[in-house]
């Protein structure tokens, strides 16, 4: 990476930071990006150019998630059940829970203060569905539908954890989070 990628790299992890330092001090509503670029001493154009909405800025993570699962599935025994295989891609991501459970219950709390927050959470689980079936596709020897088989084994196992998350959430982060995770995954199987 060039040093002004890195430069750029780092303006926007900033930018995303105080940001998001914000949303949760405050509320994702109540915060404006005035406010934000008038913290952060920069400008509207600098902030629309690394983020196309506020919405945008809390799931900025997710975007570098996305890159690690594919590659953390694509890693993954070929032999392997095609969806074992993404359940275990999807727990990967444990270890962020796992680092820090209150950044992960903030997180969580943020992500449905608004239904444009709700969409965007959608829109980029939509994008991790897509790409982790292109790599599940691919395994899948010839035949017909692989593509929906994929798409269907992928979605299942993104519910599962979708909801295992949403469980341990809504039970305040107290209880094993793998544990809850495991019984969604053997749920969807």
Same mark, same amino acid.
């Given at each position: 990476?060039?040093?002004?990628d890195r430069k750029k790299?780092?303006?926007?992890?900033?930018?995303?930071?105080?940001?998001?330092?914000?949303?949760?001090?405050?509320?994702?509503?109540?915060?404006?990006?005035?406010?934000?670029?008038?913290?952060?001493?920069?400008?509207?154009?600098?902030?629309?150019?690394?983020?196309?909405?506020?919405?945008?800025?809390?799931?900025?993570? %997710?975007? &570098?998630? !996305? $890159?690690?699962?594919?590659?953390?599935? =694509?890693?993954?025994? +070929?032999t392997e059940d095609y969806?074992?295989?993404?359940?275990?891609?999807?727990?990967?991501?444990?270890?962020? %829970?796992? &680092?820090? !459970? $209150?950044?992960?219950?903030?997180?969580? =709390?943020?992500?449905? +203060?608004?239904?444009s927050l709700i969409a965007?959470?959608?829109?980029?689980?939509?994008?991790?569905?897509?790409?982790?079936?292109?790599?599940?596709?691919?395994?899948?020897?010839?035949?017909?539908?692989?593509?929906?088989?994929?798409?269907?084994?992928?979605?299942?196992?993104?519910?599962?954890?979708?909801?295992?998350?949403?469980?341990?959430?809504?039970?305040?982060?107290?209880?094993?989070?793998?544990?809850?995770?495991?019984?969604?995954?053997?749920?969807?199987?």
């Amino acid at each position: 990476m060039s040093l002004r990628d890195r430069k750029k790299q780092e303006v926007r992890v900033v930018i995303r930071e105080k940001a998001l330092e914000l949303f949760i001090e405050k509320d994702f509503s109540s915060v404006s990006v005035e406010e934000i670029v008038l913290l952060l001493n920069v400008s509207r154009r600098t902030f629309f150019r690394y983020f196309p909405t506020k919405e945008d800025v809390v799931f900025d993570w %997710y975007e &570098e998630l !996305r $890159d690690g699962l594919v590659q953390t599935l =694509k890693a993954r025994p +070929e032999t392997e059940d095609y969806y074992e295989s993404v359940c275990e891609t999807l727990s990967s991501l444990l270890r962020y %829970y796992d &680092e820090n !459970r $209150d950044w992960s219950m903030k997180m969580m =709390k943020l992500s449905k +203060e608004t239904s444009s927050l709700i969409a965007k959470s959608l829109e980029k689980r939509m994008l991790w569905e897509r790409d982790l079936s292109a790599v599940i596709a691919d395994r899948i020897s010839k035949g017909q539908d692989k593509d929906l088989r994929a798409k269907i084994i992928v979605g299942k196992a993104m519910t599962a954890f979708y909801y295992g998350v949403e469980q341990w959430y809504a039970e305040g982060g107290k209880k094993n989070i793998r544990t809850i995770l495991q019984k969604a995954f053997e749920f969807a199987k």
